[in-house]
T-cell receptor
Framework: GAGVSQSPSNKVTEKGKDVELRCDPISGHTALYWYRQSLGQGLEFLIYFQGNSAPDKSGLPSDRFSAERTGGSVSTLTIQRTQQEDSAVYLCASSPRVGVGSDTEAFFGQGTRLTVV | DAKTTQPPSMDCAEGRAANLPCNHS???????VYWYRQIHSQGPQYIIHGLKNNETNEMASLIITEDRKSSTLILPHATLRDTAVYYC???????????????FGKGTLLTVNP
């Protein structure tokens, strides 16, 4: 079946513009996660959704970042007034359920490479 | 507050077993050990996880020491496509412990050589 799909795969934007990154999780997965990976850096947790609600938004770097999930499926990560330091690969993942143990492994998409110029 | 320690890099000959160590000396009784890998320009890929027993699946084996302070991921017959960064991650079983979050360290860059 289809994996986690992210779009666009690449995005170049001018500093100060807003961008929207989309994630289509695996069908039936209740949990959805956003991470980002800056050049040469490790993966940084941003936010996760359980259904349509986001219990933990603490990883969002600033109030310019927001995310929503609708219908327990598609999620959008929005970055307002982009800055050069926002340049990174933004990765989305989904899992059948949250936690540890069976059916909790996260499946990642290929990411969206965002470049702010 | 890194919970795991891994060597920054390792080499392995194609066709041989790759044994990737991970130290998690402060692991607590309710914490699982997860392994992911990230091939260049791709998203991370789940490999295997375990609590205290050794685990095996189609990708790899996970050997956890009896005291649970370290573990080894074994790729039995490494191929060139196994070249990747391998991450060892410790996760709590308690929901209050942010167990939804994968905390990635720097991992081990495994290079499989022909």
């Amino acid at each position: 079946g289809a994996g986690v799909s992210q779009s666009p795969s690449n995005k170049v934007t001018e500093k100060g513009k807003d961008v929207e990154l989309r994630c289509d999780p695996i069908s039936g997965h209740t949990a959805l996660y956003w991470y980002r990976q800056s050049l040469g850096q490790g993966l940084e947790f941003l936010i996760y959704f359980q259904g349509n609600s986001a219990p933990d938004k603490s990883g969002l770097p600033s109030d310019r970042f927001s995310a929503e999930r609708t219908g327990g499926s598609v999620s959008t990560l929005t970055i307002q007034r982009t800055q050069q330091e926002d340049s990174a690969v933004y990765l989305c993942a989904s899992s059948p359920r949250v936690g540890v143990g069976s059916d909790t492994e996260a499946f990642f998409g290929q990411g969206t490479r965002l470049t702010v110029v | 507050d890194a919970k795991t320690t891994q060597p920054p890099s390792m080499d392995c000959a194609e066709g041989r077993a790759a044994n990737l160590p991970c130290n998690h000396s402060t692991i607590s009784g309710n914490e699982y050990v997860y392994w992911y890998r990230q091939i260049h320009s791709q998203g991370p890929q789940y490999i295997i996880h375990g609590l205290k027993n050794n685990e095996t699946n189609e990708m790899a084996s996970l050997i956890i020491t009896e005291d649970r302070k370290s573990s080894t991921l074994i790729l039995p017959h490494a191929t060139l496509r196994d070249t990747a960064v391998y991450y060892c991650i410790v996760r709590s079983a308690y929901s209050g412990g942010s167990n939804y979050k994968l905390t990635f360290g720097k991992g081990t860059l495994l290079t499989v050589n022909p």
